[in-house]
């Protein structure tokens, strides 16, 4: 039987929004239901897991490949740039920046970094937010260090080093910057960060947590 092409390749370097950055360590076939469906492997570091995602439904999961070296530095210049401020309701800030992580790209990372970092200058994020912020943070960094060639604590440096002058200038105008009048008060505070974002792909992945062997059960979504 002829090999059918995948749009990633096996030992790949990919971006999972709603996971952090992995490397494709198999590309398979298992029968569901009665059909052949073809599946990525993919070892996510940061959380020591192997996920297992349809190729069809990887697009759509928002899988993607590292940014080269010229997108790379847009978004780390990003993050010194001034920006609209976000809204005082923490729970819509919160939404719309988790829609930001599903959309995936390294520009709406660094954004969503910049927005939380900035906010976080002014007054303390609720844990949601917090989980947020430093899901996005390493998701950004661990894609520039491949980008780059550098290690994830030079790039955290080169980070900083953009975003740190825009904090500076933010908390001292912070009283007209934001309005501080926001619901502080936490949702369901055990689902925030990177769970939160990855609940609508449950269907459509299985999660080994690290082990070798693929799980025998597959969502309905798996096909």
Known sequence: MAKVKTEFSLKQIVVYPSQGVGEIIDIFKKDFKGKQVQYYKIHIPVSDMNIMVPVENAKTMGIRSVVDNEQALKAIELLGEEFETPTSDWKLRYQQNIDLLHSGSVEDIAAIVRCLY???KI???PAMERKLYE???K???DELSYALGKSPKEIEALLHAKLEPLGAKIEKKSSSFYD???DDEDFNDDD????DADDDDEDDEDKDGGDDDVGDDLDEGDE
């Open 135 to 137: 899901s996005a943070k």
């Open 118 to 120: 900035h906010r976080s």
């Open 139 to 141: 998701l950004l960094e």
């Open 192 to 195: 925030g960060g990177r769970g």
């Open 123 to 125: 007054k303390e994020l």
């Open 180 to 182: 501080d009048d926001d």
